[in-house]
């Protein structure tokens, strides 16, 4: 079988340092690896069907005939979401033993989701991202500290198991206030940096002010960041802040980026991923199957991020395709007077706008007579309020002249709201498009 025969030569590949195991797994043709992520569905599939009681009920309900299903696009209407994750608890995935758990709440509940795992899978993870970081050139004699939250995150987790395959120096911080992590930090001379993208902004403005020391790249996980943000990080730091894109369900691995910034190298040895809902772009919403998970495998995951898949060669060389940037989270795309309207929307009209790092976030309401956006932004100087308002009615102006007409036949209203720095975020995620009008009618059904 081609099949089994890929398997062992990624087997032996991933127990190789990095840098042959990235040889040995780009000389694979891409039909190899299709073949191979054809038997570990059929595999997963069969494991779910079996062991979850989820699985095995909704399979019926569905009325799937498993023998006829080699790719998930095949099982047509069905999908698992992060609500029948929370409606059902995580016990009714569980297909083996766990050894470990991990929660998230996300930007839209307070609900957690809970997701399981085994050692044998934590080190198999870490083996697969220790070879994107040996691509971003971590190496054995680089010194690692990391701020990245430990409590009830994957993250932490994953970046540890995959330090033991590169055998880099690491401390690990946790999220502290960046201010003390700043002072603590240097004694340990660290010149690669992890943590999530807001708190990475904090500790780089404090960095500008007292001053950086040389470092070779930052990394970024946990949300999303501006363009505009990551450029001043890098240019305080002198150095490159990488992305990378997971969720506590897939397991924090879905991509990184390589060196060229454009888009997450997708992990294909380990998902099936789909775009679904796609509009005329390309873009909908990122379905993610497991292939490898022997604990609580997910099939057609909706991970409610709104990108594209990237099927044309990176300029970096690197066999593996890419994810688009993550456009929004599909439950903060909003219909509305506007227009149709994302994070991404509002990102590039206060682009120029804001100091970076500062938050920000919009809030579509009804008056009875239209539909008002109230944006609110973080601001160093409450009095700048009028320059705010006026650079984001220029920034419509130029860049969304068809959400431009709709304000000038006043389909609807904008207003800009000021706020300190620091006041807008509560939790560790911030929900950056709030549909009030759509609350208001889900609390009448
Ligand atoms: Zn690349």
Not at 300 to 314: A, G, M, Q, W
């Amino acid at each position: 079988m081609l099949s089994k025969t890929i398997e062992q030569v990624e087997r032996i590949a991933l127990r190789m340092e990095p840098r042959r195991a990235i040889g040995l797994l780009s000389s694979l043709p891409s039909s190899a690896i299709e073949a191979m992520q054809r038997a570990r569905f059929r595999r997963t599939l069969r494991l779910a069907a079996t062991r979850s009681s989820f699985y095995r009920e909704q399979f019926k309900r569905y009325g799937i005939n498993l023998r006829k299903i080699e790719h998930p696009s095949q099982l047509g209407d069905f999908f698992t979401t992060g609500e029948d994750l929370r409606a059902h608890g995580a016990e009714e995935f569980l297909t083996g033993h766990a050894d470990t758990a991990f929660e998230t709440t996300g930007t839209t509940s307070h609900v957690v989701k809970r997701a399981f795992f085994s050692q044998k899978e934590i080190n198999e993870i870490g083996r697969t991202s220790a070879l994107a970081l040996h691509l971003l050139c971590l190496r054995r004699e680089d010194r690692v500290l990391s701020a990245f939250d430990c409590s009830f995150w994957i993250s932490p987790v994953v970046v540890r198991s995959a330090f033991q395959y590169i055998n880099c120096f690491h401390v690990e911080a946790g999220k502290i206030e960046p201010l003390e992590f700043y002072e603590r930090a240097r004694f340990y001379r660290p010149n690669v940096i992890f943590g999530e993208p807001s708190w990475m902004v904090r500790l780089s403005e404090i960095a500008e002010a007292r001053g950086a020391w040389p470092m070779k790249f930052l990394f970024a996980g946990g949300e999303n960041i501006t363009e505009t943000a990551r450029y001043m990080v890098e240019r305080v730091w002198s150095a490159p802040l990488y992305l990378n894109y997971g969720q506590t369900e897939s397991f924090g691995a879905i991509g990184v980026e390589c060196k060229q910034k454009n888009g997450y190298h997708r992990n294909d040895l380990n998902f099936i991923f789909e775009v679904v809902d796609e509009d005329e772009e390309g873009y909908g919403e990122l379905v993610y199957t497991t292939l490898t998970r022997d604990v609580m495998p997910l099939i057609r995951y909706r991970s409610t991020d709104i990108t594209r898949l990237v099927d044309e060669p990176c300029a970096c060389g690197l066999f593996a395709k890419r994810i688009g940037k993550i456009r929004a989270r599909a439950d903060e795309m909003v219909v509305c007077g506007m227009g149709n309207v994302g994070p991404w929307v509002f990102a590039e009209i206060l682009s120029d706008a804001l100091a970076p790092g500062a938050d920000w976030q919009a809030v579509i309401k009804n008056d009875g007579r239209r539909d008002v956006i109230e944006l609110s932004v973080e601001l160093e100087d409450l009095r700048h309020q009028g320059e705010i308002e006026n650079r984001v009615r220029a920034n419509l102006r130029e860049r969304f002249a068809d959400f431009w007409r709709n304000h000038e036949m006043k389909l609807y209203d904008l207003k800009v709201n000021v706020f300190a720095r620091g006041s807008l975020r509560g939790g560790r995620k911030l929900q950056r498009v709030v549909d009030e009008r759509q609350m208001l009618m889900r609390r009448v059904v």
